[in-house]
């Protein structure tokens, strides 16, 4: 065998690997995909706000801080809160509604606290909380 076929041969062995490196990634990235796929599911339990709540998240920049699904960096995403209250929301209305108003100290979500929003009234909070826990 000569170093010229040596060669050769060894680059057949590595085209054969990489084809199969190839395949075996695709198979993963088609893995993740379903995952992803199915973990986005829930999330689209909350539905975009009516526009009269559309109004009341704009003026109190509630938006900066949460998303209908997806964490920004400071708050939790609406359809977390509506999951992790889903046991008992119309006790969680009362509660909610209320630090919506004068905010909360970040030892729910352990992220960063709530500041009061000032541009809202107690009916106006109650409503935006019956519509992220989806009553
Ligand atoms: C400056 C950022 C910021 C703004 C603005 C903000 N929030 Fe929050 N919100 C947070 C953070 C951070 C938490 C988690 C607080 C905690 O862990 O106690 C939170 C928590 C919540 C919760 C869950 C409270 C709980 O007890 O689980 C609700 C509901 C909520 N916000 C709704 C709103 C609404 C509605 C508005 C607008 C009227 C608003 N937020 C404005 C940052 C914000």
Redesign the pocket.
């Known amino acids: 065998m000569t170093a010229r076929s040596r060669l050769d041969y060894t680059g057949n062995i590595d085209n054969q690997s990489t084809a199969r490196e190839e395949q075996s990634m695709r198979t993963r990235t088609t893995a993740l995909f379903v995952l992803a796929a199915g973990l986005a599911l829930p999330a689209a339990a909350v539905s975009p706000p009516p526009a009269e709540l559309a109004g009341?998240?704009k003026a109190?920049?509630?938006t900066?801080?949460?998303l209908l699904s997806g964490r920004t960096v400071?708050?939790?995403a609406y359809s977390e809160?509506a999951a992790?209250y889903a046991d008992d929301k119309a006790a969680a209305v009362p509660v909610?509604a209320e630090?919506?108003l004068k905010g909360?100290?970040?030892?729910?979500?352990?992220?960063?606290?709530?500041?009061p929003?000032a541009k809202?009234n107690a009916a106006e909070a109650e409503a935006?909380?019956k519509w992220?826990l989806g009553l």
Do not use: E, F, Y
Not at 107 to 114: F, R, T, V
């Open positions: 009341v998240l109190n920049n509630c900066t801080c949460h400071v708050g939790p809160i992790r909610l630090r919506v909360s100290d970040a030892k729910i979500w352990g992220q960063a606290p709530m500041p929003s809202i935006v909380v992220i």
